[in-house]
């Protein structure tokens, strides 16, 4: 007598559909909080950077011993424009008024919106800034930042609902 075994491999149909179910269930828990911790870093970026050239315009002005002037760029981003909308990027000059940096405009649907007036910040030699105020970068959806800017030169980021 031959003795035949067959070997059963694979899964059964119901294994399958209770493995696929616990699957979306994970993914539907996940991706809410996922796409917040993403639009959280993009503001955190977006904060940063503007941070990070106020800082380079002040270490430069200093550097330089003349003044430098952080703005939001005109349209070519060759000189500052008039504006309080900090959206469509910003440039760093000197006095001379070459530009030392530009940043371009933000490619996502979030907002940097100087305060009332503040349509530049020049640095003199000895770091200390023309004028207090501050830039709030505020997401389509989640919590905004703000850039606080004073006169002794100090930058920082702080959330967003929070006097500086």
Do not use: H
């Not at 003795?3 to 699957?23: A, H, N, P, Q, Y």
């Not at 809410?32 to 950077?49: L, M």
């Not at 349209?75 to 309080?84: E, F």
């Not at 505020?138 to 930042?145: H, Q, V």
């Amino acid at each position: 007598m031959v003795d035949v075994r067959v070997l059963k491999c694979g899964f059964t149909l119901i294994e399958l559909l209770v493995t696929m179910s616990i699957i979306v269930i994970v993914v539907l828990i996940g991706v809410p909080s996922y796409t917040s911790f993403i639009t959280s870093n993009r503001v955190s970026a977006e904060a940063n950077a503007l941070m990070g050239d106020l800082q380079f315009a002040r270490a430069s002005a200093i550097k330089q011993g003349n003044s430098v002037t952080l703005c939001p760029a005109n349209a070519g981003a060759t000189a500052c424009s008039p504006s309080t909308t900090w959206t469509g990027g910003w440039i760093t000059i000197d006095s001379t008024p070459n530009v030392l940096r530009k940043q371009a405009s933000i490619i996502s649907t979030d907002t940097l919106i100087g305060s009332a007036g503040l349509t530049s910040v020049t640095f003199n030699k000895l770091g200390f800034a023309s004028t207090t105020g501050s830039v709030t970068v505020t997401p389509t959806n989640g919590s905004a930042l703000k850039i606080c800017i004073y006169t002794i030169g100090q930058v920082k980021v702080i959330a967003g609902g929070a006097a500086c």
